[in-house]
């Protein structure tokens, strides 16, 4: 990732290119370094910006996604951001959910890709065994449709973190929070324009997942790419990017 990491006020993030904002917010796992094919494909139109959220930093009581949420309001008023696009992945849908039905004058469209909020199978329905590097890499290929996109460097990543006792008490309880935080009966408060791009072969959030959404949201539009897991913008970036300036090219000319 050729991109810099700015620190600044207790926050780091990246900031590329100038235009409109689109805030991207990444998963439970998740890094930067996923959303690398959308800031290249993007930053020359607009202003394209990621805060890492600070899953591994909160105090152990307010580890959720609620907290998440007022995370982002804190960096969104500290950068004076409006008029925002926002991207979530994972429970980075679900936060931007979560952030949008607060504050929804900020915010003017959403794309959500295999987000939480609803349903999710995380660790593939089993608790991730931590001393097993074979277990961690399984899990992290299920979270693909092509398990060689789980590259080592992501897998060593992975077991990393939830080999650290104080990072994997958080990851639980976030999951936990995002499974206790269900959105179903929220979303029809939404308003604002909803893309939905999602791959056809999520094992993590299954497409009946993507159907609720596109169902419960009134403004929302759902979008397939076939062989493509749970992070779209990872395995098949050319599709994501297709489908996503398709989107904004239309809320651009409301």
């Not at 008029?83 to 794309?111: C, E, F, M, Q, R």
């Not at 929220?186 to 791009?197: E, F, N, Q, R």
Request: proline fraction near 5%.
């Amino acid at each position: 990732m050729d991109f810099v990491l700015k620190e600044e006020h207790g926050f780091s993030y990246i900031d590329e290119g100038e235009g409109e904002v689109l805030l991207l917010l990444h998963g439970l796992m998740g890094a930067l370094s996923n959303w690398d094919k959308v800031i290249e494909g993007f930053r020359g139109q607009y202003r394209v910006i990621i805060p890492i959220l600070p899953i591994y930093d909160l105090p152990l009581l307010t580890t959720g996604v609620k907290s998440m949420a007022k995370y982002v309001h804190k960096f969104i008023k500290y950068k004076k951001l409006t008029d925002i696009t926002l991207l979530g992945n994972s429970l980075g849908g679900h936060v931007g959910l979560i952030y949008v039905l607060a504050h929804p004058t900020l915010v003017k469209a959403l794309v959500l890709t295999g987000s939480s909020g609803l349903y999710e199978n995380a660790f593939g329905g089993s608790f991730p065994r931590r001393e097993s590097y074979d277990f961690v890499k399984e899990k992290v290929e299920y979270t693909f449709y092509d398990p060689a996109t789980a590259t080592k460097e992501l897998v060593d990543d992975v077991y990393r973190i939830i080999n650290d006792r104080h990072s994997v008490i958080r990851i639980l309880a976030m999951a936990k929070s995002a499974i206790r935080h269900n959105m179903n009966k929220d979303l029809y408060k939404i308003k604002i324009p909803v893309s939905l791009i999602w791959g056809r072969d999520d094992k993590i959030t299954p497409p009946e997942v993507a159907i609720e959404f596109n169902e419960l949201l009134p403004d929302s539009e759902l979008h397939w790419i076939d062989k493509c897991g749970h992070a779209p913008m990872m395995e098949q970036p050319e599709e994501f990017n297709k489908y996503l300036k398709v989107f904004l090219d239309k809320i651009k000319s409301k």
